[in-house]
């Protein structure tokens, strides 16, 4: 059996054909020497293995690799290649276990305000041989110090070229980043199934201060019961410890860190508190009513949008105010969609960033917007993102270190559909934002298409949301590429 290898030597486009070598010690032997002239013949790479620095020389991606990942680091007696040693994993991969990575090199990363080009991530090996994935969609990163952990649905239905499913199957995989976001590991599953988590859903992927990782998924059994699991990790996305396995959640959660390194989560099925080791500190279950499609956390309390509205909880069994509504005159015959990332504002108010949609006799109407809640101010005040009349839908959005919010989202009003990408221009989110730019300029199909997100709508290859993430100076963005099917998640990265 042979496992391919997507090898990018210095200068070469990570999207040529991949390079097929036999696995094994001769493969190995093979890639390793063909990297090391590679790197030689572009003016030599320090005689390190590689340095993933996103265009210096040394760049390799090892994409579809069956464990190796995106550093492969030569273990202790190579002979002096690895620089420095590190013991690699059992299972014979070559991305290391390492308790720290202060010691180890993990290249310097090329600051560049254009975007990277994309990695492709790779499809999760399936846990039922006659169901093998082909799609990948709703996707969600997070990133801390150069590791960057991204976390989607890998989705079997009836081929590779339909979103029919006969006998529908969803798993989601983890693929993990050491330098920076210019390479990935393979997907790998976290320790689901072995959890009896044999088909997973709604991944949500965050990240603490201090470079805690935390995962959360919805399993789903063949008799429709669901149950939300909560995994950390403490080792950049290497291991995973699932802290809570049987949370009553019925559907759509999501995730916000609390300033003290704990833990806020929202669900149709409760809210949740949790401390820093994921025990539950406090929860306010009800009936399962409620998709929730955005969280933060404050001084204040923990904010979730909770269908049309943002409200505020302090742990209390009921909810501590209403922060903003997602309705009203202001809508008219508008409806926000189900990606609504929300954050505070310097002020004590909260911002919200959504698209709207409203249908009409041709095709959809949607744009992209923020509305700003002041204190006391549930109606708050909106300002465009996306141009007008141009169809614009699901957004994300990341706060930088400055307050400046960072936004993704989708266009479809030319031939093609494009993902864009657009910066505040101050803490002070009155004053509108920059420039939008494209960022895949292929992302969806165009004409004026819109995804719908509910589970009746005709095409729903990208499903519910995609995401972003501040690391420092970088971005890190992570989306569905479906012009056509098969879908894919896309990342890629730039410095601001």
């Excluded at 249908?359 to 996306?386: C, H, K, M, N, Y």
């Amino acid at each position: 059996m042979r496992k391919q290898l997507l090898i990018r030597a210095p200068g070469v486009s990570p999207f040529r054909e991949p390079v097929v070598a036999p696995w094994g010690i001769l493969g190995r032997v093979m890639v390793r020497m063909a990297f090391v002239l590679a790197c030689a013949a572009a003016s030599g790479c320090g005689g390190r293995a590689l340095r993933g620095d996103g265009g210096a020389p040394g760049d390799v991606l090892l994409a579809a690799d069956g464990g190796d990942g995106a550093r492969d680091v030569a273990p202790t007696g190579d002979g002096g290649d690895a620089t420095p040693d590190v013991t690699t994993k059992a299972d014979g991969g070559a991305n290391p276990d390492v308790s720290s990575w202060d010691g180890v090199d993990r290249g310097t990363p090329v600051s560049s305000p254009e975007p990277a080009p994309p990695v492709v991530l790779t499809l999760l090996p399936p846990s039922d041989p006659l169901r093998p994935f082909q799609h990948a969609a709703e996707v969600s990163i997070a990133a801390h110090d150069g590791h960057v952990v991204v976390a989607a649905i890998n989705i079997h239905t009836d081929g590779p070229e339909t979103l029919a499913a006969a006998s529908l199957m969803r798993g989601v995989g983890i693929a993990v980043s050491h330098d920076f976001g210019a390479t990935f590991a393979a997907t790998e599953d976290p320790g689901l199934v072995a959890a009896g988590a044999t088909e997973t859903s709604d991944p949500v992927v965050r990240v603490t201060a201090s470079g805690t990782f935390w995962f959360s998924t919805i399993a789903v059994n063949r008799s429709f019961d669901t149950r939300g699991l909560l995994l950390r990790s403490t080792t950049e996305g290497q291991t995973w410890d699932i802290v809570q396995g049987g949370l009553p959640i019925a559907d759509k959660e999501w995730l916000a860190v609390a300033p003290d390194g704990g833990l806020a989560m929202g669900a149709s099925g409760g809210l949740w508190r949790f401390d820093a080791a994921g025990a539950v500190r406090a929860s306010y279950l009800r009936d399962p009513d409620w998709p929730v499609m955005g969280a933060y956390v404050d001084e204040r309390g923990a904010h979730f949008v909770l269908e049309r509205a943002v409200v505020a909880w302090t742990g209390e069994q009921a909810l501590a105010a209403l922060d903003g509504r997602l309705i009203g005159d202001s809508f008219q015959d508008w409806t926000p969609g189900w990606s609504v990332p929300i954050g505070p504002t310097g002020d004590g108010g909260t911002w919200a960033i959504y698209d709207r949609q409203r249908p009409t006799a041709q095709t959809r109407e949607a744009v992209v917007e923020l509305r700003l809640f002041g204190p006391g101010d549930t109606a708050g005040q909106a300002f465009p993102i996306s141009a007008p009349g141009v169809p614009a839908f699901m957004p994300a959005a990341a706060v930088d270190s400055e307050g400046r919010v960072h936004v993704v989202w989708y266009e479809s009003g030319g031939v093609e559909g494009v993902l864009k990408y657009a910066r505040s221009v101050d803490r002070d989110l009155r004053l509108g934002f920059g420039a939008a730019r494209v960022i895949d300029a292929d992302a969806c199909p165009g004409l004026g298409w819109v995804a719908e997100y509910t589970s009746g709508a005709p095409d729903r290859r990208l499903r519910e949301y995609i995401d972003i993430a501040i690391d420092g100076r970088r971005v890190h963005a992570a989306w569905t590429h479906a012009p056509t099917l098969p879908s894919r998640i896309y990342t890629s990265h730039w410095d601001f």
